[in-house]
């Protein structure tokens, strides 16, 4: 079975861990050589092995234990992250040209999957996207290679371009993709040869077909039980060619790993899709966190600790809801929030239950001004204790004496007060249930939002008031909703 040993090292690496609190650093230290040493005996090429433990010790240090989590769960998460970051986060799909045909182009070592990837693919393209593909034949060395894809063809019920093994393959692939013009297919694959070696003749022999096809997609395949050599090969040909993505073959049989955690790293270059079997049915499109998990082989505690993340960060939203039901808002409270606005923590999120919000790149540009924050955060500092649990204690007076304590000038103490007022409003509001008075107070000179906002690339500082208001608004009907539906129980 696939990874099978190393599922089994890394697993056991993770067991040294023990404990609720803070990971302790003698075990991480044994539990991160342990899985230096799974990787590398899995193939996985070394400088990937080296940046790959070197994350995950800078994260696992770094990390608050999250409550509901123990030490080696987290570390468990912190690895299962790294794994799918290595392997590229996201699937990436095949390119696709604007006008027809979209030309995509083998490249491997002999043996490495090419035909058969060609044969999956087409049918794959044929399937899904209704294609009218056309094959190249263009492995000339062995004889067998053209009766190979004509047969692979006649079962998929799909044209194979083919001149015999007496042409040089730059003159086939010309007339392959003439004739693909002509009967207007929109797909062109053309199947290379491969060798035992990469050699000078081969490698220019595929550049000079590069540079005659203009692949939209230039695939390496990777069988991926070649192991450390594979990284090396693949490594010679994205020197040569332009590569848009990677294959990787065989992932069925017993492959160490090595190939599937390091191509990506060493090539630069997305892996697109996977073989899983010799049949035009075993190709699949390569999705990085789902490797991650089956590597790890953790797939259940996976799933524990998504939820149990869940579950704190509801546990979270409870306590704030309680705390203003509760009327007892304070500065601590205030500070709390500023914090959370700054991170964009629960304001991202409200933000994102709009529709059409979530992936808004404005988003990301929304800051605090970080001056402004650590402002406000030293007038708090200069507070005392009484003073921060019971505002209504600050006067006149007392306001000179944080602004001097600061080193800022009274009006901007003013100001937050203000601030601090007009929230506290707010959160009164919102737990009796008047939200109109919320949604006027976000549309109106209410809160001064945008001032705290820095310009950071935002098209102008309004722009992110507007949306700001939107969420709240939003937010503020989507609460009024369940509001109803409770009272209605
Ligand atoms: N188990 C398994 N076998 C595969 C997979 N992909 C290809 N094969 C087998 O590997 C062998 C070689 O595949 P080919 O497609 O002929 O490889 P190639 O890269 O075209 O080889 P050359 O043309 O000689 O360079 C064949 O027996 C295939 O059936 C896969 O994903 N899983
Ligand atoms: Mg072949």
Known sequence: ????????????????????????????????????????????????????????????????????????????KIVNDELTALMGEEAVPLNKSEKIPTTIMMAGLQGAGKTTTVAKLAYKLKKEDHARPLLIAADVYRPA???????????????????????????????????????????????????????????????????????????????????????????????????????????????????????????????????????????????PDRMASRILGMGDMLTFIEKAQKEVDEKKQAEQLEKMRQNTFDFNDFIDQLHQVQSMGPMEDLIKMIPGMANNPALKNMQIDDKQFAHMEAIISSMTKEERTNPDLINPSRRRRLAAGAGRPVVEVNKMMKQFDQMKKMMNQATKGNFSGMESMMGGAGMDMSAMMGGNGMPNSNFGQKVQNFAMKQAARKMKKLQKKRKKK
């Open 1 to 76: 079975m696939a990874f099978e040993n190393l599922t089994d090292r890394l697993s056991k690496a993770l067991k040294n861990l023990t404990g609720s609190g803070r990971i302790k650093e003698e075990d991480l230290q044994t539990s991160l050589r342990e899985i230096r040493l799974a990787l590398l005996e899995a193939d996985v090429a070394y400088p990937t092995v080296k940046k790959f433990v070197a994350n995950i010790r800078e994260k696992a240090k770094g990390a608050d234990i999250l409550e509901g989590l123990n030490a080696p769960q987290q570390v468990v």
């Open 145 to 287: 290679a053209i009766d190979q894809l004509e047969v692979l063809g006649q079962d998929l019920d799909v044209p194979v371009f083919s001149q015999g093994t007496d042409v040089d393959p730059r003159d086939i692939v010309r007339a392959g993709l003439a004739q693909a013009a002509e009967n207007k297919n929109d797909y062109v694959l053309i199947d290379t040869a491969g060798r035992l070696q990469i050699d000078d003749a081969l490698m220019q022999e595929l550049k000079d077909i590069e540079q005659i096809a203009h692949p939209d997609e230039i695939l390496l395949t990777v069988d991926a039980m070649t192991g450390q050599n594979a990284t090396e090969t693949a490594q010679g040909f994205a020197d040569a060619l332009d590569l848009t993505g990677v294959v990787l073959t065989k992932l069925d049989g017993d492959t160490r790993g090595g190939a599937a955690l390091s191509i990506r790293d060493v090539t630069g270059k997305p892996i697109k899709f996977v073989g899983q079997g010799e049949k035009k049915t075993d190709l699949d499109v390569f999705h």
